[in-house]
């Protein structure tokens, strides 16, 4: 696992079955592998054979392979450390997206993995409740906070899927695609004015921080939000 990965809180304990498995080191086992080898690398095939049993054994503990994603996905949401329902609504959601970033960023394929698998799981239900909450308590009516969070949901793992997608190698920071388009522009030189829009926008686009961008789209997010309370 990496060093910027914590380990997830153990979820409930199961009683351990006939190999002394026990659901709890499954899903740590399971964690490791991703870490890893990355979700195409996590199977139950190659899980047994890290933890030196027959896949068999597994079924003791989990339904399937779909299952077992779903157990890892809710983990790894086990790291977010929701806010205090003291602050205000805003300050709430602005600290739930900023901890999912930071929480999936932190362990290989984790967007792809909450992309892909539905929100179940009680860790994973305990934030959608929280993110409800908030836009309860500033005031919209439940159907609409419903919509709402689905929406904000969306917007968050949108962005750190192609934040992740666009890492780097190395000192840079820029997200790949901006920094291509920034490096292009650039080597363009003159010719570049046939693009008078982004007259100087090469510097922004080869420094543009992944951090500033999430932080600027959901400062966008949760203004719309409240002009749509309060038009």
Not at 68 to 73: K, S, W
Request: proline share 7%; charged share 25%.
């Amino acid at each position: 696992m990496s060093k910027s990965a914590r380990k997830p809180n153990k979820p409930v304990k199961t009683r351990p079955g006939r190999t002394g498995l026990s659901r709890p080191r499954l899903i740590d086992e399971a964690l490791e592998l991703l870490q890893e080898s990355g979700l195409a690398g996590l199977s139950t095939r190659r899980l047994a054979e890290r933890l030196k049993v027959q896949s068999p054994a597994l079924y003791w503990h989990v339904r399937g392979k779909d299952e077992l994603l779903q157990l890892v996905a809710d983990a790894i949401c086990a790291q977010m450390v929701l806010p205090a329902k003291a602050r205000s609504p805003r300050e709430r959601l602005e600290a739930i997206a900023h901890e999912y970033r930071r929480v999936l960023t932190a362990y290989r394929d984790a967007p792809r993995l909450f992309a892909e698998q539905p929100p179940v799981g009680p860790n994973r239900i305990k934030l959608y409740d929280a993110a409800v909450g908030a836009l309860l308590d500033e005031g919209f009516p439940a159907a609409d906070a419903i919509a709402m969070a689905t929406f904000y949901r969306h917007y968050l793992l949108g962005m750190i899927i192609e934040e992740v997608r666009d890492q780097q190698p190395g000192h840079i920071e820029a997200p790949f695609s901006a920094f291509a388009l920034g490096v292009e522009l650039t080597r363009l030189g003159k010719a570049a004015s046939e693009f008078p829009n982004l007259a100087g926008a090469a510097d922004l686009l080869t420094h543009m921080s992944p951090k500033k961008l999430f932080a600027m789209g959901l400062k966008v997010l949760l203004d719309g939000l409240q002009a749509h309370l309060n038009p």
